[in-house]
């Protein structure tokens, strides 16, 4: 095997580590500057509501957050599949579409947790 074709799946993998990586990090220093804002206010004498402090805490509503997982998913997955409609090759083709299913299964899945969600 080549060196070209054995740096390929390292390369990917380092990606998706760091990409996942960077997802948590920039998660953690939000909450941390929420955090700071918070001890900062209470340090000055700020008041604090009860809204105001689950504002602070919350994030978006379960149910959006859940219709927009589903929606990017599923795009995912229908762009991986018409992705697999440009390639020749029926081991390509059947790769890209086993790849695909993933994403669309996940997206449906969240779309269907959306839809039974009842607020």
Known sequence: MPVAEALIPIVMFLI????????F????????GVMETVQKAIETGGEFSPELVSQ?????????????????FLALGVAGLLCSL?????????????GSMFPLLVGGGFLLVWKLNSD
């Not at 990090?25 to 941390?32: A, E, F, L, V």
């Not at 602070?56 to 990017?72: F, S, W």
């Open 86 to 98: 440009f390639f020749p090759e029926p081991d390509v083709v059947n790769g890209i579409r086993a």
């Open 56 to 72: 602070l805490g919350g994030a978006v509503n379960p149910r959006v957050r859940d219709l927009r997982r589903g929606v990017i």
């Open 16 to 23: 998706l580590g760091i990409v996942v990586m960077s997802y």
């Open 25 to 32: 990090y920039w998660s953690h220093k939000s909450r941390q």
